[in-house]
């Protein structure tokens, strides 16, 4: 097959522009929720299912438009998102340069990276009783338990991303006489960014974990605390209100550090859309 046919059966696969296409799918996205929600919402109304512990979707929107009228939304949704924001920058910063020096220098992953390691295998809940000695029960805690979620997902992402360079660009770098700082500029640091943004967003999903962890174990305040609060309350949609919230917050977060990144992608010439 030629090249020419072979663009013109591409073209004949991919009707309307990549970017339409995108933005339907995108759209296509939100038909389950909203197909399971209203669902729900007859099946309670219709008295074939009961929704005492499992509130309908109207419940659940009147109990989230009164947390908002009442600014109490906005206060817990604030406290979340500078604790996750905190947190984010700090493990996302200092996961970035830990998995920087123990990817390009073997010296440096022979010393930190068994360590490091190990204790990414505990479980973050064996964390808090430490943090709230050294720390407190106030801010500090709750942002150091943040950052240690996010910081292992970007660690082992610049690390692995820079170790997976092809000997092929570096060769063609040498080729071409590049210096040392032409060479990380023009050839290291496009070839780990996909690498590094994905293990961001991954970061960022655990970030918005953590902090659940961190506001239950002793805010006042945020999120977390309002999962609490519904509980010991007795209140089912008070907890869900509150996890449509974390869905929301974490998905608006997602989004922007998907935009804020993306730029820094426009190089790449990816066959997604024309599959």
């Known amino acids: ?36 929600a209203a669902l729900w919402e007859l099946l309670v109304r219709a008295g074939i299912a009961n929704g005492r512990l499992m509130p309908p979707p109207s419940v659940v929107g009147r109990t989230l438009w009164g947390l908002a009228a009442s600014g109490e939304l906005l206060t817990h949704v604030t406290a979340t998102l500078w604790r996750v924001a905190a947190g984010f920058g700090l493990g996302a910063g200092v996961g970035t340069v830990l ?32 943090f709230i000695l050294w720390f407190g029960i106030f801010e500090a805690s709750k942002v150091a338990l943040i950052a240690v979620g996010v910081f292992f997902p970007v660690y082992l992402g610049v690390a692995a991303a820079i170790q997976g360079i092809d000997r092929r660009i570096v060769e063609v770098g040498r080729v071409f006489r ?3 700082l032409a060479m990380v500029r ?23 974990m953590f902090v659940v962890a961190a506001e239950i174990m002793g805010a006042s305040e945020g999120l977390g ?10 209140r089912p949609d008070t907890i869900i209100a509150a ?12 989004g922007l550090l998907l935009a804020i990144t993306r730029p820094f992608l426009a190089w790449q010439d990816l066959g997604r859309d024309t599959l």
């Open 99 to 130: 998995g920087a020096l123990t990817g390009a220098l073997p010296v440096a992953r022979g010393l930190l990276d068994p360590t490091l390691q190990a204790l990414r295998a505990i479980p973050s809940i064996a964390w808090v009783p430490l």
């Open 243 to 254: 996890i449509i919230s974390f869905a929301v917050l974490g998905k608006l977060a997602d």
């Open 186 to 208: 023009r050839v290291l640091l496009p070839a780990i960014l996909p690498a590094w943004f994905t293990a961001l967003r991954s970061g960022l999903g655990l970030g918005f």
């Open 225 to 234: 605390y309002l999962l609490v609060d519904g509980q010991q309350l007795g």
């Open 178 to 180: 590049l210096g040392r």
């Open 1 to 36: 097959m030629s090249t020419l046919e072979i663009a013109a059966a591409t073209q004949a696969k991919a009707p309307g522009s990549p970017g339409i296409r995108s933005r339907r799918l995108g759209l296509a996205g939100w038909l389950l929720p909203i197909a399971l």
